[in-house]
C-alpha cells in the first residue's frame, strides 16, 4: 500500500497565486521529496528534506516537515502556467536499504493565466 | 543531471505477446535500478527493484514470471511483459539510483506507455 497520503487530490488556482499541497505518511523515514511529473511523461525530481531538516528552500518552492506529526507540505510561491503539473512525495524508510521510494497518491495543480 | 532514458516511449501489442522494455543511465553506472506502473490520474507503484548481477526483488502482489526483470549490467535493465493482456495496459517508469559523491537520488525515465489490444 502507499505510504503517503496527499491532499488535496486537486487545486486550482489563478497565476500568481500560491499553492500548498500536503503529504501524510505512516512509518519512520530517512527522508521525503517532491517529484513533480508532467501529463504523459518521466518525474523531474523538485526537493529532499531529511528526517533531521524541518524546513528548505530551493527558488519558489518551500518544503516543510514535520516528523512529530508524519507529514509534509510543499508551497509553490507566485505560480505560472508552466507549474500545472502532478506532484508527489516520497518517502524512503529507515527500514529500507536499498532507497526505494513509497510515493503519495499525488496532487494535481493547474494554474490558469 | 544524470540522465535516464527509456526504449520504447510507446508500444502497442496484441494480447498475448511479450514487450520488452529498456531502461539505460546513460552517464553513471547504476547498482540498482526500479520498475513502477502507474495507471491514468494515479501514483506510482513500486513492482520491483532490480539489482545488477542477481535476481530483482519483487513487490507484493506482483507475479515475477509476469514481468521478468534482467539488470545485466550497470547501465541497464529490462523489464519483459510476457504474455501481455489488456489489464497489463499502463505507463511503465523505470529509475536508476546514483550513489557516489556523497549523492544518492533516483532519477527517472520518461516512462513507456504500453497499450495491449
Known amino acids: 500500500s502507499q505510504q503517503g497520503e496527499e491532499d488535496p487530490q486537486a487545486l486550482s488556482i489563478q497565476e500568481g497565486e500560491n499553492a500548498t499541497m500536503n503529504c501524510s505518511y505512516k512509518t519512520s523515514i530517512n527522508n521525503l521529496q517532491w517529484y513533480r511529473q508532467n501529463s504523459g511523461r518521466g518525474l523531474v525530481h523538485l526537493i529532499l528534506i531529511r528526517s533531521n531538516e524541518r524546513e528548505k528552500h530551493s527558488g519558489r518552492l518551500r518544503v516543510t516537515l514535520d516528523t512529530s506529526k508524519k507529514s509534509s507540505s510543499l508551497l509553490i510561491t507566485a505560480s505560472r502556467a508552466a507549474d500545472t503539473a502532478s506532484y508527489f512525495c516520497?518517502?524512503?524508510?529507515?527500514?529500507?536499504?536499498?532507497?526505494?521510494?513509497?510515493f503519495g497518491s499525488g496532487t494535481q495543480v493547474v494554474v490558469t493565466p | 543531471g544524470a540522465v535516464v532514458s527509456q526504449h520504447p516511449s510507446r508500444v502497442i501489442c496484441k494480447s498475448g505477446t511479450s514487450v520488452k522494455i529498456e531502461c539505460r543511465s546513460l552517464d553513471f553506472q547504476a547498482t540498482t535500478m526500479f520498475w513502477y506502473r502507474q495507471f491514468p490520474k494515479k501514483s506510482l507503484m513500486l513492482m520491483a527493484t532490480?539489482?545488477?548481477?542477481?535476481?530483482?526483488?519483487?513487490e507484493q502482489g506482483v507475479e515475477k514470471d509476469k514481468f521478468l526483470i534482467n539488470h545485466a549490467s550497470l547501465t541497464l535493465s529490462t523489464l519483459t511483459v510476457t504474455s501481455a493482456h489488456p489489464e497489463d495496459s499502463s505507463f511503465y517508469i523505470c529509475?536508476?539510483?546514483?550513489?557516489?559523491?556523497?549523492?544518492?537520488?533516483?532519477?527517472f525515465g520518461p516512462g513507456t506507455r504500453l497499450t495491449v489490444l
Open positions: 516520497a518517502t524512503v524508510l529507515t527500514t529500507d536499504s536499498w532507497g526505494k521510494l513509497q
Open positions: 529509475s536508476a539510483r546514483l550513489t557516489s559523491g556523497g549523492v544518492d537520488e533516483q532519477f
Open positions: 532490480s539489482n545488477e548481477g542477481s535476481k530483482a526483488t519483487y
